[in-house]
């Protein structure tokens, strides 16, 4: 019986040390400094940050976002422009995350947070280093807390211990989600035509004015009918919201033996841009080029200077107008004062050339925008520049 007792008080002896050592690791936020800042200083120094580097499993490096003259762009894309705001969010993120407790420090366990070393082949979080602070920053950011709670998992790289930290930062591990993917963004109700050539036949698609709803298909054959009022339409939309994919140096891939389609879009105000798309492989490649169509813009300035005229003109008569109504009235009334006459009627000349000197600039924007590029383009967008004219025309009586 004495041996019993005494075989149940070490038993509960035992149960309580190790009820006090497991509790020992449950607090580690009293030396951590639960609360505390994970990155200190970078939310005072976030305009300082020079460089952020994404760094996956394998060491492979994903993205490295370096910030130049000419501002931000990532490496690994030939210095293509990085997405600033995509930057600073995630930037803003660490600032913003504070430690929560401390996890595990031992190395067999980091695997199931997510914070191993990223030279592991299957790492599945990522080494984020940040360069401007005043003292160098490595995270190795790991999973998000599922069990219920807030936070990510994370572990400073020349540290043992992991920790939990607020906030949702897993850094992006697609090179192409930081880049800034526009391409272009003109409204169809811009594009007065669509040119598509390809292996000698053309197709072309345009409206007369505007504020017309639907293009139209042009040169249909005898005894064919457009498919439908709105079949056109998609044509003038490819460069509405237009996004790639992915980006590569301009001569970096060609399209060899594909199938070309030369597709001009022409601007009602005589912007035009000029693409060449193919496709390789399961991807979809295009290339643009931009200019100015001087006498289709001479025409559009003009009709705008006239519908600038025809309104003042119009204001100053209603405003005329209305001073004679209230002086008849009342002799005493107030007068409205005349509207201010735009520079198309002040000085005509110096308008013109003002309205030409931004299409211009703007053909020259879009310039320096494509000349080092050729982009992968969606699907749904390249579906729209290799039609031919029986994909817009009903199916031939037979």
Same mark, same amino acid.
């Given at each position: 019986?004495?041996?019993?007792f005494?075989?149940?008080?070490?038993?509960?002896?035992?149960?309580m040390l190790?009820?006090?050592?497991a509790?020992?690791?449950?607090?580690p936020?009293?030396?951590l400094?639960?609360g505390?800042?994970l990155?200190p200083?970078?939310? =005072?120094?976030i305009?300082?940050?020079t460089?952020?580097?994404?760094t996956?499993?394998s060491?492979?490096a994903?993205?490295? *976002?370096?910030?130049?003259?000419?501002?931000?762009a990532?490496a690994?894309?030939?210095?293509?422009?990085a997405? !600033?705001?995509?930057?600073?969010?995630?930037?803003?993120?660490?600032?913003?995350a504070? !430690?929560?407790?401390?996890?595990?420090?031992?190395p067999?366990?980091y695997?199931?947070?997510?914070?191993?070393e990223v030279?592991?082949?299957?790492?599945?979080?990522a080494?984020?280093e940040?360069?401007g602070?005043?003292?160098?920053v490595?995270?190795?950011?790991?999973?998000a807390n599922?069990?219920?709670?807030?936070?990510?998992?994370?572990?400073?790289?020349?540290?043992a211990q992991?920790l939990?930290?607020?906030?949702?930062?897993?850094?992006?591990?697609v090179?192409?989600?930081?880049?800034?993917?526009?391409?272009?963004?003109?409204?169809?109700?811009r594009?007065? =035509?669509v040119?598509?050539?390809? #292996?000698?036949?053309t197709?072309?698609?345009?409206?007369?004015?505007?504020?017309e709803?639907?293009?139209?298909?042009l040169?249909?054959?005898?005894?064919r009918e457009q498919?439908s009022e709105?079949?056109?339409n998609?044509?003038?939309s $490819?460069?509405?919201g237009?996004?790639?994919?992915?980006?590569?140096?301009?001569?970096?891939?060609?399209?060899g =033996?594909?199938?070309?389609?030369?597709?001009?879009?022409?601007?009602?105000?005589?912007? $035009?841009? =000029?693409?060449?798309?193919w496709? $390789?492989d399961?991807k979809?490649?295009?290339?643009?080029?931009?200019r100015?169509?001087?006498?289709?813009a001479?025409?559009?300035?003009e009709a705008a200077?006239?519908?600038? $005229?025809?309104?003042?003109? #119009?204001?100053?008569?209603?405003?005329?107008?209305?001073?004679?109504?209230? *002086?008849?009235a009342?002799?005493?009334a107030? #007068?409205?004062?005349?509207?201010e006459?735009p520079?198309?009627?002040?000085?005509a000349?110096?308008?013109r050339? #003002?309205?030409?000197?931004?299409?211009?600039?703007?053909?020259?924007d879009?310039?320096?925008?494509?000349?080092?590029?050729t982009?992968?383009i969606?699907?749904?967008?390249f579906?729209?520049?290799n039609?031919?004219?029986d994909?817009?025309?009903k199916?031939a009586?037979?």
């Amino acid at each position: 019986m004495h041996n019993k007792f005494v075989r149940i008080a070490i038993a509960a002896l035992v149960a309580m040390l190790l009820a006090v050592w497991a509790g020992s690791l449950r607090e580690p936020a009293q030396t951590l400094g639960s609360g505390e800042p994970l990155v200190p200083g970078l939310a =005072e120094g976030i305009n300082e940050v020079t460089a952020v580097k994404i760094t996956g499993a394998s060491n492979l490096a994903i993205a490295t *976002l370096q910030r130049g003259e000419n501002g931000w762009a990532i490496a690994e894309k030939n210095s293509h422009p990085a997405d !600033v705001a995509k930057i600073r969010e995630y930037l803003l993120k660490l600032a913003d995350a504070r !430690v929560i407790e401390a996890k595990t420090a031992d190395p067999n366990n980091y695997a199931k947070l997510g914070v191993e070393e990223v030279s592991a082949v299957e790492a599945k979080g990522a080494l984020v280093e940040i360069t401007g602070l005043a003292a160098p920053v490595r995270l190795v950011v790991g999973n998000a807390n599922t069990r219920g709670g807030e936070g990510t998992y994370v572990r400073r790289a020349d540290e043992a211990q992991s920790l939990l930290a607020s906030g949702s930062f897993a850094a992006d591990k697609v090179a192409a989600n930081w880049l800034v993917r526009d391409i272009a963004d003109i409204p169809s109700s811009r594009v007065r =035509e669509v040119t598509i050539e390809s #292996q000698g036949k053309t197709l072309r698609v345009a409206k007369d004015a505007a504020e017309e709803a639907n293009h139209r298909v042009l040169d249909i054959p005898r005894g064919r009918e457009q498919a439908s009022e709105f079949v056109a339409n998609g044509l003038a939309s $490819v460069l509405s919201g237009l996004r790639f994919d992915d980006v590569l140096p301009r001569d970096a891939v060609e399209p060899g =033996e594909a199938r070309t389609w030369q597709v001009r879009y022409a601007m009602f105000d005589g912007l $035009v841009i =000029e693409a060449t798309a193919w496709e $390789v492989d399961g991807k979809d490649y295009a290339r643009f080029t931009a200019r100015l169509d001087d006498e289709a813009a001479a025409r559009h300035v003009e009709a705008a200077q006239q519908a600038a $005229v025809a309104g003042f003109e #119009q204001a100053r008569a209603e405003v005329e107008a209305a001073n004679k109504a209230a *002086l008849e009235a009342d002799p005493k009334a107030d #007068q409205v004062a005349l509207p201010e006459a735009p520079l198309a009627v002040s000085d005509a000349a110096a308008d013109r050339e #003002q309205r030409l000197a931004a299409l211009r600039r703007e053909a020259d924007d879009f310039n320096d925008r494509f000349k080092a590029w050729t982009y992968v383009i969606p699907a749904f967008k390249f579906a729209n520049m290799n039609k031919t004219a029986d994909d817009m025309l009903k199916p031939a009586a037979k």
